[in-house]
């Protein structure tokens, strides 16, 4: 079951395998916040990595609406949705609530994107500054992981 449109595992594998790229980015950057890399940085390299320029995007005075509806585009592909992250990630750069809530607030598929965000932020506040919020985060972020690497 689940064959008969084409959705079984099979093409949900060939899927992660297309977007490897964006996944392993991502991965690498988690991975190097969660070893003590500063999130703007860490943002920056990956960011440049998928073409995007995180720095002149935040400056440009767009709201965080505009710019994940008219600038990147707010699908729940990790094509669309890993540029959101990482610009939500960098403007709001200490400030788990914020980003967590600008991401809700800019609307789109925005509960993959939210789970994928709030581990990169989780990790880079910890857990002190997440607190309530962050444990919500945790559970969702398990979802998201089961997801994901189906």
């Not at 709001?92 to 609530?97: K, M, R, Y």
């Not at 607030?105 to 965000?117: C, D, K, P, Q």
């Not at 997440?130 to 690497?149: A, L, P, R």
């Amino acid at each position: 079951m689940g064959n008969e449109l084409g959705g079984g595992r099979t093409n949900v594998h060939r899927c992660i395998l297309f977007f490897s790229p964006h996944t392993q980015i991502y991965s690498k950057l988690l991975f190097d916040v969660v070893h003590g890399a500063d999130l703007r940085q860490a943002v920056v390299k990956a960011a440049q990595e998928v073409g995007v320029d995180v720095e002149n995007v935040a400056k440009s005075g767009m709201s965080d609406t505009d710019v994940v509806q008219r600038h990147f585009g707010s699908a729940c592909y990790i094509t669309s949705s890993l540029p959101v992250v990482l610009y939500l990630a960098y403007k709001h750069a200490g400030d788990f609530e914020g980003a967590v809530l600008a991401n809700v607030n800019a609307g789109g598929e925005n509960a993959h994107r939210g789970a994928a965000l709030g581990a990169l932020m989780g990790a880079a506040v910890g857990y002190t500054v997440c607190g309530d919020v962050g444990s919500v985060c945790v559970c969702v972020c398990t979802h998201f992981f089961e997801w994901w690497y189906v």
